[in-house]
Structure formats: structure tokens, C-alpha cells
């Protein structure tokens, strides 16, 4: 799973720490799932797709492994 | 209560069983099995102090901290089953003799030491709970 959270992020000057709160998640999630670290769940990608203004496939997408 | 008054509270109750245990090891009321249990529950109180939460009434994790506090406690317990077997051999085969004064306390500490460690290790590294 890739995604360009911290692209969108910074493009409507969010600090880790706002989207964080913004989303009901601690900053350590945030950092782990900019760095693709994380998989979030489905309420997760939701709410950080509806708080960077942007679709869930705008901003994760999954690379297949086959 | 709020998370300061828990921390401070546990804390102080970790302070006095600390003086208590010191002044009956002082005068030799206490043996080495109880010192060992009572150093495990002052670190189940220093832990839970310091972190300021308490099991019942903890704001609730994170979806991601929750995974890895699964997945801690999961791997803790699997580990403690292996120190089990790893005792249980090394007693049936007479390396050593242990008693229930002694594995016990070592168990606690065990289980304890390993949730922790886990839990860090596994949340450093960032590997997915998913």
C-alpha cells in the first residue's frame, strides 16, 4: 500500500500533529502511515481522505505483489 | 481521577511498599521469594504510576496502538508458554531444582518484561498490525 498523505498534507499546511488529532489517531500513527509503514483501516483512510478533501483512491493505492 | 492524581497515587503507594519491604528485609522478617514478588508488583505499580493509566478506566488506544498491545500481549504469552517448557526441562532433567517460590515470581517478571519489550520493539520497527 502506497499513499501521498504527506504530500497532501503539507499542501493544506497540516502539522502531523493536527491531522493526528483530526483524524482520532496519535502522531505516531500518522508518521508510521506517511512512511507506508502502516495499512490504516477503512474508518482511518476515510477520515483522512475526508479531512485532506480528496477520495481514498486519490491518496492510497495498492500495488499488487503478484 | 484524572491521569496526574493516578500517577502520583501509584507512585506513592510504590514508595511505601518499598520502605515497608526494606525495613522488614532490615530486620530479616522477609526471605528471598517474597523480595522477588514484592520487586514484581512494585513494577506493575511503578508501570502503571508512570504511565498515569490504569487498566479499567484508560482512555482508549488508537487503532494502532491497540493492535500492537494485541499483538504484545499475544507474543508475551507465547513466550512465557516456551519459558515454562524451557523450566519445566531444565527442573525434570535436574539442572536445576526449582520450587513455586521461585518460578512463579519469575513468570510474573517474565510475562511483564516481555509485554513491554515487545510492545517497544515492535512499535519501532513499524511493522504492520494489520
Redesign the interface.
Known amino acids: 500500500m502506497i499513499n501521498n498523505v504527506k504530500e497532501r498534507r503539507l499542501a493544506k499546511g497540516l502539522t502531523q500533529e493536527e491531522l493526528a488529532q483530526l483524524t482520532?489517531?496519535?502522531r505516531?500513527?500518522i508518521i508510521?502511515l506517511e512512511?507506508g509503514?502502516?495499512?490504516?483501516?477503512l474508518?482511518?483512510a476515510y477520515k483522512t481522505a475526508k479531512v485532506l478533501e480528496a477520495s481514498i483512491e486519490d491518496i492510497f493505492s495498492f500495488e499488487d505483489e503478484t | 481521577m484524572d491521569r496526574k492524581a493516578v500517577r502520583i497515587s501509584f507512585i506513592v503507594v510504590g514508595l511505601l511498599y518499598a520502605i515497608a519491604v526494606l525495613a522488614l528485609a532490615t530486620f530479616q522478617l522477609v526471605d528471598y521469594s517474597f523480595a522477588i514478588i514484592t520487586i514484581v508488583i512494585m513494577c506493575v505499580l511503578f508501570s502503571f504510576g508512570l504511565s498515569g493509566r490504569l487498566p479499567l478506566n484508560r482512555e482508549k488506544?488508537?487503532?494502532?496502538?491497540e493492535g500492537l498491545e494485541l499483538k504484545s500481549l499475544s507474543y508475551s504469552w507465547l513466550l512465557t508458554l516456551y519459558f515454562v517448557c524451557v523450566l519445566s526441562l531444565l527442573d525434570h532433567f535436574k539442572v536445576v531444582s526449582l520450587s513455586g517460590s521461585i518460578v512463579l515470581p519469575a513468570i510474573l517478571f517474565f510475562m511483564i518484561i516481555s509485554r513491554y519489550c515487545i510492545f517497544w520493539i515492535i512499535?519501532k520497527t513499524?511493522?504492520?498490525?494489520?
Open positions: 482520532g489517531v496519535r505516531e500513527t508510521f512512511k509503514k502502516y495499512n490504516p483501516s474508518r482511518l | 488506544p488508537d487503532e494502532r496502538t512499535g513499524g511493522e504492520n498490525v494489520q
